[in-house]
């Protein structure tokens, strides 16, 4: 508590004081009795003298009722219970990744970076965020999930080879048997036959996760032309994923190549267009915010 604040609160009780013992010397001289105010009670119960040193303590009390004894004012309003206390407590970000041992990402390109944010944002909401509504909105979700699933099982060379550089030999297993069941029995991949009959669960693994096992830093965070969020490490791996993809091995050309892969943007911006849009509307700085959300889901998927 400053000088100030302590000279008016002194002030105010010397008012306090002095008026609650005229009101009782007028009440006792009339003949009523109208009792000591609770306010000088307060008081008086906080303000000390001594004759040698003058001591003054000044408290702010605040009521407590059995109604709001526990409650705890949040964002999210008032929390007035224990159990809810509990709960509130218990609450997760979905947005919030895996955070434990998370290392620092240095981000000295910032001013470029946030350039081709920018840039990104601009196409993303002119192109892409209309094109991908529409093609939500047109093509039958179970269409839209089929090519999800054709496009995650032609990716099983990449998750093979990285759980294999690993050392996880159960992944890679798991990679072998939903490719070969998927493959067979799913018409090429269109179907997840492997997870929803043999509960067989797919696996998430990238060059970029291997060098992040083997102890590879991450370096610094640098934003991609068109695809966005990156960092130094992540830019190798994902050349090398490339090179093992079937775009890259199969496709008769480049046009070919790069229509295969719009394809695949549109059709996974298409189950999160709703989500990134709130990401948007919430973030204080979209840019920070989108930054470390990579750095936190990047880090989780290594840790895994």
Do not use: C
């Amino acid at each position: 508590m400053n000088l100030k604040k302590l000279g008016k609160g002194f002030l105010l009780s010397v008012f306090f004081l002095f008026f609650g013992f005229s009101t009782i010397s007028w009440a006792s001289g009339s003949g009523f009795d109208f009792g000591t105010p609770d306010f000088i009670t307060d008081i008086e119960e906080d303000v000390f003298a001594q004759t040698s040193e003058v001591t003054i303590k000044l408290e702010k009390r605040v009521p407590r009722s059995p109604e709001n004894s526990s409650s705890v004012e949040t964002d999210q309003g008032i929390v007035s219970s224990s159990q809810d206390l509990e709960d509130y407590e218990d609450m997760e970000d979905p947005f919030a990744g895996d955070t434990e041992d998370l290392p620092i990402m240095t981000d000295p390109f910032e001013g470029y970076n946030r350039w081709m944010f920018g840039v990104n944002e601009t196409i993303y909401d002119n192109v892409l965020e209309p094109v991908a509504r529409g093609y939500r909105n047109t093509v039958h979700e179970n269409l839209r999930l089929a090519l999800k699933n054709l496009f995650s099982n032609a990716m099983a060379p990449v998750k093979f080879v990285s759980s294999l550089i690993q050392l996880d030999f159960e992944k890679s297993g798991r990679v072998l048997a939903r490719t070969l069941i998927n493959t067979t029995f799913g018409i090429g991949g269109l179907a997840d036959v492997a997870g929803e009959e043999y509960d067989i669960k797919d696996v998430n693994e990238d060059f970029d996760q291997a060098m992040g096992y083997h102890g590879v830093p991450t370096g610094p965070y640098v934003v991609l032309p068109l695809f966005g969020p990156s960092t130094a490490r992540n830019v190798i791996g994902r050349a090398v994923d490339s090179l093992m993809s079937p775009t890259f091995l199969f496709a008769p050309g480049t046009g070919v190549s790069v229509g295969i892969t719009v394809e695949e943007k549109v059709n996974a911006v298409s189950f999160i267009v709703d989500d990134i849009k709130q990401l948007e509307d919430s973030a204080l700085d979209e840019y920070e915010s989108v930054r470390d959300f990579y750095h936190q889901h990047r880090h989780g998927l290594v840790k895994k």
